[in-house]
T-cell receptor, first 115, second 116 residues
């Protein structure tokens, strides 16, 4: 089955700096890779996702890159702000047609942005 | 974006009683919903996959008779924790698959269950 590794487990950056979180996956059949942001006591919020037919996707200050050959994908947050502080989870799954494989999550990265 | 609503957000129940948590997709139909459990400072653990009109598929180690899942409509799935014990206290989160061309998964806000 799929296994997702996420690094680092904690990340502290200064406001305005960039933050990068990396994930690797084991199942080459996986083709959908979402990223979620979870604030304390709340459910995960989808912030960006990427499918295996593209290598990069960007949405304002957030970008995700995917390297299918190496089976790793990364989240990039630029110009970080204190409100970016949260736990971020990567996930991978096989997504085909009208069906959806189970999301396999990484262990999470606690991002702290210091003002 | 798509909205998934969970209710209640917090519930306290006595040991031995049952409690029901609802998960609703508010602006899309979800043929598949997922139930997760999350312990403090840990990742989400998938408990079961719920498909509308059929029995849920439980992950290994999850007691199907204790965690009853019903997915009676395309917008509602329920999780009932039966004969709750203090060790069942946790954060329970549902998610729903939006199949509107993109197969994206959206999460509810979660439900804190405390069994006393």
């Amino acid at each position: 089955g799929e296994n997702v590794e996420q690094h680092p487990s904690t990340l502290s950056v200064q406001e305005g700096d960039s933050a990068v979180i990396k994930c690797t996956y084991s199942d080459s059949a996986s083709n959908y890779f979402p990223w979620y942001k979870q604030e304390l006591g709340k459910g995960p919020q989808l912030i960006i996702d990427i499918r295996s037919n593209v290598g990069e996707k960007k949405d304002q200050r957030i970008a995700v890159t995917l390297n299918k050959t190496a089976k790793h994908f990364s989240l990039h947050i630029t110009e970080t702000q204190p409100e970016d502080s949260a736990v971020y989870f990567c996930a991978a799954t096989l997504n085909y047609g009208g069906s959806q494989g189970n999301l396999i999550f990484g262990k999470g990265t606690k991002l702290s942005v210091k003002p | 974006g798509a909205v998934v609503s969970q209710h209640p957000s917090r519930v306290i129940c006595k040991s031995g009683t049952s409690v029901k948590i609802e998960c609703r997709s508010l602006d899309f139909q979800a043929t598949t919903m997922f139930w997760y459990r999350q312990f403090p400072k840990q990742s989400l653990m998938l408990m079961a996959t719920s498909n509308e009109g059929s029995k849920a598929t439980y992950e290994q180690g999850v007691e199907k008779d204790k965690f009853l899942i019903n997915h009676a409509s395309l917008t509602l799935s329920t999780l009932t924790v039966t004969s709750a014990h203090p060790e069942d206290s946790s954060f329970y989160i549902c998610s729903a698959l939006s199949g509107e061309g993109r197969n994206t998964i959206y999460f509810g806000e979660g439900s804190w269950l405390t069994v006393v």
